[in-house]
């Protein structure tokens, strides 16, 4: 492994919250910086409402820096957005045009800008010379195609983006399907700004696979394969792994537990949440099926809790104990 390898944690909608960035940073270690789900419908040059306030509180999470993300065709609605989190005291903004769902892709928005390389020279034209802050993209390999991507080539490199982080599939395969080395080759080749690898990584023979494929690239982006196996991180970077793995992940789930419950103040919504990051975690157990279906009936906050005492007196980790 490169000692400057740089790992940064995915953003995922409904899973990588407040809660649980700053649970997260509290138990593992290895991540170098936390992106949050994106932001949208921004009004332009109004104040952010309170709910995207009190989700933009935290500018790091026990020294990690926490990026924010917006989605949006809107050079004004970017600006606008940029201000408040420079104001915040935020340091990076991310322009998500990766999202791959047909709802966001169909409005040209996400992934399905994609295709359009014109509209996405002419925003960084509007957006590049105010930006108040350091300004990033994370995009897809193309939306139909990947080789949209080399059309694209060309307008990343005359403007000074930070990092340009590219999930080595289309938006159309969603999350399916196999990444293309290839493409994200062809266009490295010609990049001259800092990219990023997004794709693929579950395991540290996968990472060593990409970086042995891909020498040059120091930053890679994470997201299913930080959920699945939370201690993935530092074992890419070979530090010091936990004595007791399954005591680490009890606690980890304890606080994202109540945390979770405080942020959504008990509502069911707070129990939705927590499923929704076990259709994830659960691959971290041999039988995750059996894991999942002892939580999944969970009706309510006590049988949750009855259901985690079950998972952990019973089933074996994966990931090593």
Not at 32 to 54: E, G, Q, S
Not at 66 to 71: G, H, Y
Not at 188 to 213: A, R
Request: some cysteine; hydrophobic content about 40%; overall charge neutral.
């Amino acid at each position: 492994m490169n000692l400057q390898t740089a790992i940064f944690f995915a953003p995922f909608q409904g899973i990588t919250t407040k809660a649980f960035r700053l649970v997260y940073a509290r138990h593992f270690a290895g991540v170098d910086k936390l992106f949050t789900p994106y932001f949208a419908n921004i009004a332009v040059d109004y104040p952010l409402p309170a709910l995207k306030m009190k989700a933009l509180q935290h500018q790091s999470e026990s020294g990690i820096s926490v990026v924010p993300q917006i989605l949006s065709k809107s050079a004004p609605e970017i600006l606008s957005f940029a201000r408040s989190c420079a104001a915040l005291g935020f340091g990076e903004l991310n322009w998500n045009l990766g999202c791959p769902y047909p709802q966001v892709a169909r409005k040209k928005r996400g992934s399905g800008m994609l295709p359009f390389p014109e509209m996405v020279d002419e925003i960084l034209d509007q957006v590049m010379p105010h930006m108040p802050l350091s300004f990033s993209v994370k995009c897809r390999l193309g939306y139909a195609k990947a080789a949209e991507i080399m059309d694209l080539v060309p307008v990343f490199n005359r403007y000074p983006v930070a990092e340009l982080t590219i999930h080595a599939r289309t938006g159309k395969q969603l999350y399916s399907g196999k990444t293309d080395p290839d493409a994200f080759g062809a266009a490295l080749e010609g990049l001259q700004v800092p990219v990023v690898y997004n794709g693929d990584i579950f395991t540290t023979e996968d990472f060593g696979h990409i970086s042995g494929l891909f020498p040059g690239i120091s930053r890679f982006m994470i997201g299913r394969g930080i959920l699945k196996d939370p201690f993935l991180p530092a074992r890419i970077k070979g530090l010091p792994q936990p004595g007791d793995s399954r005591a680490v992940l009890r606690g980890f789930l304890d606080d994202l537990y109540f945390e979770t419950r405080r942020e959504k103040k008990d509502s069911p919504s707070a129990l939705n949440a927590m499923k929704e990051c076990w259709t994830y975690l659960m691959f971290a157990f041999e039988e995750p099926v059996v894991v999942f279906r002892r939580l999944k009936k969970a009706g309510n906050f006590d049988d949750y809790e009855d259901a985690i005492k079950e998972v952990f007196a019973n089933d074996r980790l994966k990931i090593q104990e």
